[in-house]
C-alpha cells in the first residue's frame, strides 16, 4: 500500500487562484518531498521538509509538515496555466525503509485560464 | 544534455518476450533505482541499488530483473513480459543518503501486447 495518499485526487482552478493540496502518510519519517509531473514526463523535485520543521518556502511554494497527525499541504500561490501538472508527495522513513522514498498517489491540478 | 537518459523512450512487444530497459546517469550518483507508475496507483520501486555490488528488490519486483553494469548504468528486464506490464517506468538517482532528493529520467512508455 502506498505510503502516502494524496488529497484531492484531482483539482482544477482558476489562474491566480491559489491551490492546496494534501498528504497523509503512515508512519515516522525523515522527511517529505513534493514532486511534480508534467504529463507523461519524470518527476521534478519541487522542495523537501525534514521532519523537525513545520513549514518551509521556495518560491510560490509552501509546504507544511505536522507530524503529529501525519500530514503534509502544499500550497501554490498565484498559480498559473504552467502550472498545470500532477504532484506527489514522497516519504522517506526512519526505519525499515531501507533508506528509499515511499511515493503517494499524487494529485492532478489543472489551472485554467 | 540530460543528467538521466533512459532508452528506449517508447517500445512495443508481444507477450513472452524479453525486454531491456537501460538507464545512464551523468551525475555521479551511486544510488539508482527503478519505478513503474501506472494510472491511479502513484510510483511503485521495483528494484534499487545503492552501488554496483548492491541491489535490493523493491515493491514489485516480481517478473523483473535488474543490473547495475557501471555506476553510471542500471538496467532492467523484462525476463518474459506479460501485458499487466504494460505502463510507464522510470529511472532515477540520488546522491547520499538515499532520502535525498531523487533525480528522474523522461521515461520509458512500455506496451505488452
Redesign the interface.
Known amino acids: 500500500s ?1 505510503q ?1 495518499e494524496e488529497d484531492p485526487q484531482a483539482l482544477s482552478i482558476q489562474e491566480g487562484e491559489n491551490a492546496t493540496m494534501n498528504c497523509s502518510y503512515k508512519t515516522s519519517i ?2 517529505l ?1 513534493w514532486y511534480r509531473q508534467n504529463s ?6 519541487l522542495i ?1 521538509i525534514r521532519s523537525n520543521e513545520r513549514e518551509k518556502h521556495s518560491g510560490r511554494l509552501r509546504v507544511t509538515l505536522d507530524t503529529s497527525k501525519k500530514s503534509s499541504s502544499l500550497l501554490i500561490t498565484a498559480s498559473r496555466a504552467a502550472d498545470t501538472a500532477s504532484y ?1 508527495c ?1 516519504t ?1 522513513a526512519i526505519t525499515g ?10 494529485t492532478q491540478l489543472k489551472v485554467e485560464l | 544534455d540530460a543528467d538521466v537518459t533512459q532508452t528506449p523512450r517508447n517500445r512495443i512487444t508481444k507477450t513472452g518476450k524479453r525486454i531491456m530497459l537501460e538507464c545512464s546517469q551523468t551525475k555521479g550518483h551511486d544510488r539508482m533505482y527503478w519505478y513503474r507508475q501506472d494510472p491511479g496507483l502513484g510510483l511503485r520501486l521495483i528494484y534499487y541499488s545503492f552501488d554496483v555490488k548492491d541491489i535490493n528488490k523493491g515493491e514489485i519486483s516480481d517478473g523483473y530483473s535488474v543490473s547495475r553494469q557501471a555506476q553510471a548504468k542500471f538496467s532492467l528486464s523484462l525476463e518474459s513480459a506479460i501485458p499487466n506490464q504494460t505502463a510507464l517506468y522510470f529511472c532515477a538517482t540520488s546522491d547520499w543518503p538515499s532520502y535525498n532528493e531523487q533525480f528522474f529520467g523522461p521515461g520509458t512508455r512500455l506496451t505488452v501486447l
Request: proline share 0%; no cysteine; hydrophobic share 30%.
Open positions: 502506498q502516502g525523515n522527511n518531498q507523461g514526463r519524470g518527476l521534478v523535485h523537501l506527489f514522497a522517506a525503509g531501507g533508506n528509499k522514498l515511499t511515493f503517494g498517489t499524487g
